[in-house]
C-alpha cells in the first residue's frame, strides 16, 4: 500500500505540474472512466485521487469539465461530488441540477451553505424530496420558492403548502403555480381558493380606486 501511496502521489505531482489544456483532457477521459468505476483497488484509489486533484483544481475551465463528465454517474465519491456542488456558480449549478451522486443532506447543505443560482438550480432537479423542498421554502426566496413549486418532479409536504400559502398568499404569480399543482390537498385548495377570492376582490377594488381617480370631474357629478 505504500508503494501504491508513493507512486499515485507522483502521479498527482505531474497531473498538478501540467498545463491547464492537459489537465482539462484528464478531466475528461476521468470523467468518462466513472462511468465503470467501482473506486475500489490501486485502480479505483489512483481514480479516487485523480479526481479529487481536479475538483480543487485552480483552473475553474478544468473543474468545470470535470463537473461536466461526473454528472451523470451515481458511483461519484462523495467527498468530490459535495465539493463540485460547493463551487463557483459555473461549476457547481449545471452539475447539481443533475447530479446522480448527491443525497438530501447534501443538497440540503448547499441551500442552507450557497445563494439563490445554487438553491435554484435544486429547486429545478428531476426530483426533489420533501425534506429537500422544506429547506428551499425555508429560504423565503421568491424565485427559489416559485421554481420549486412550477417543478412537478418537487414533493411538498402537506404543511409546507399551508407555508406557501401563508407566506406568499398575497403573490398571485405563485397562487397560480400552486394551483395548478396536482398534488394540492383538498384543505390547501379549499385555503388557497379563499385566498385568490381575496386577491381578486383587492384586484378590483384598485381598479375601481384608478378609474375613479381618472375619470374627469365633469363626468363624476351627480
Known amino acids: ?85 460547493q463551487d463557483v456558480d459555473s461549476v457547481a449549478v449545471p452539475f447539481i441540477r443533475k447530479a446522480e451522486a448527491l443525497t438530501d443532506p447534501d443538497l440540503i447543505r448547499v441551500i442552507k451553505q450557497n445563494g439563490t443560482l445554487h438553491q435554484l438550480s435544486v429547486a429545478r432537479r428531476e426530483q426533489v424530496s420533501k425534506p429537500v423542498s422544506h429547506a428551499l421554502i425555508d429560504t423565503g426566496k421568491m424565485p427559489v420558492v416559485k421554481g420549486l413549486v412550477s417543478n412537478n418532479g418537487a414533493e411538498i409536504h402537506e404543511s409546507d403548502f399551508d407555508l406557501l400559502i401563508s407566506a406568499f398568499g398575497g403573490v398571485t404569480s405563485v397562487t397560480r403555480l400552486l394551483a395548478k399543482r396536482m398534488d394540492l390537498p383538498n384543505t390547501v385548495a379549499r385555503r388557497l381558493g379563499r385566498t385568490r377570492q381575496v386577491q381578486r376582490d383587492g384586484n378590483d377594488a384598485r381598479r375601481r380606486v384608478k378609474m375613479a381617480s381618472t375619470t374627469p370631474h365633469w363626468l363624476s357629478k351627480s
Open 1 to 85: 500500500m505504500d508503494d501504491t501511496d508513493a507512486a499515485v502521489g507522483r502521479i498527482i505531482r505531474l497531473l498538478e505540474a501540467a498545463p491547464p489544456d492537459q489537465r482539462e483532457r484528464v478531466a475528461t477521459w476521468l470523467g468518462g472512466a466513472f462511468t465503470d468505476a467501482t473506486f475500489v483497488g490501486d485502480e479505483g484509489l489512483l481514480l479516487a485521487r485523480l479526481a479529487e486533484s481536479l475538483a480543487q483544481d485552480p483552473e475553474i475551465a478544468v473543474r468545470k469539465v470535470l463537473a461536466e463528465f461526473a454528472v451523470a454517474n451515481e458511483h461519484l465519491p462523495p467527498a468530490i461530488a459535495r465539493r463540485l456542488a
